[in-house]
């Protein structure tokens, strides 16, 4: 198990060497930090050796998506590191499932999830519009769509999963799907509209949503659901 300071003080350290590797150094540095903070976020979790098998391949499908970002230029590598990282945001909807099988939602509830599944979609396809011809591909619409809906379930889960249990739990799990989801929204300012500054909070927020992730499985999750955030 780790101590309960470690996890914060690895957190800083990276985020601090990230920051300045950006500032410093060129994109291909800069990937190789983003590659080494997530095995380094990995080696903790399997130090902490309370994670799940989804969780495990959550961590790994988002370290092949980094060792893909050195070839993200290339059509192939570009689709592959999609599909690891809709692979690994499906894994982390999975994760929560089972804890959620029993969750009563009224028609309220359910408008508000189809609206901001529409919503978002909306913004998906402004973003994928905004993609410079110098980087489409075969392909790439879908990829970015399916990259997107995944991304948009995640959230969703993660929401439903605050709403059921309202604990330290589901506050990181769900503080750690949305890190990662603005880091991908920084992310892609950053790249497809080549505004470097947007790697900063890109790796902040990415740095952040893994550490949660590695916070979160370190929880014994027996807690209860709050029936009263449930029937509102």
Same mark, same amino acid.
């Given at each position: 198990m780790l101590s309960k300071s470690l996890l914060s003080v690895i957190t800083t350290i990276l985020l601090l060497i &990230? %920051?300045?590797?950006i500032y410093a150094y060129g994109l291909e540095i800069s990937r190789w930090a983003r590659l080494i903070s997530t095995f380094v976020l990995l080696l903790m979790l399997l130090w902490q050796n309370t994670y799940s098998r989804r969780m495990l391949g959550v961590f790994i499908f988002l370290l092949i998506s980094d060792l893909g970002l050195f070839y993200y230029e290339e059509p192939l590598a &570009?689709?592959?590191t999609f599909l690891m990282r809709i692979s690994a945001y499906l894994l982390l909807v999975f994760v929560v499932v089972p804890e959620l099988k029993k969750l009563q939602? &009224?028609?309220?509830q359910k408008l508000i999830f189809v609206t901001v599944f529409v919503l978002n979609l909306a913004m998906l396809y402004m973003l994928v519009g905004m993609v410079p011809a110098g980087h489409i591909y075969p392909g790439l619409n879908?990829?970015?769509y399916t990259y997107g809906i995944s991304m948009i379930t995640m959230v969703i889960a993660a929401i439903s999963y605050s709403n059921r249990y309202s604990?330290?739990?589901s506050f990181? %799990?769900?503080a750690?799907?949305?890190c990662l989801v603005f880091s991908d929204i920084t992310s892609f300012i950053a790249y497809y509209l080549e505004f470097e500054e947007f790697y900063y909070p890109d790796?902040? %927020?990415?740095i952040l949503g893994i550490a949660g992730l590695v916070k979160f499985t370190s929880f014994a999750r027996n807690h209860e659901a709050v029936t009263t955030l449930e029937s509102l």
């Open positions: &990230n %920051f300045y590797v &570009n689709s592959g939602t &009224n028609l309220f879908i990829l970015f604990d330290r739990i990181f %799990f769900t750690a799907t949305l790796r902040f %927020f990415y």
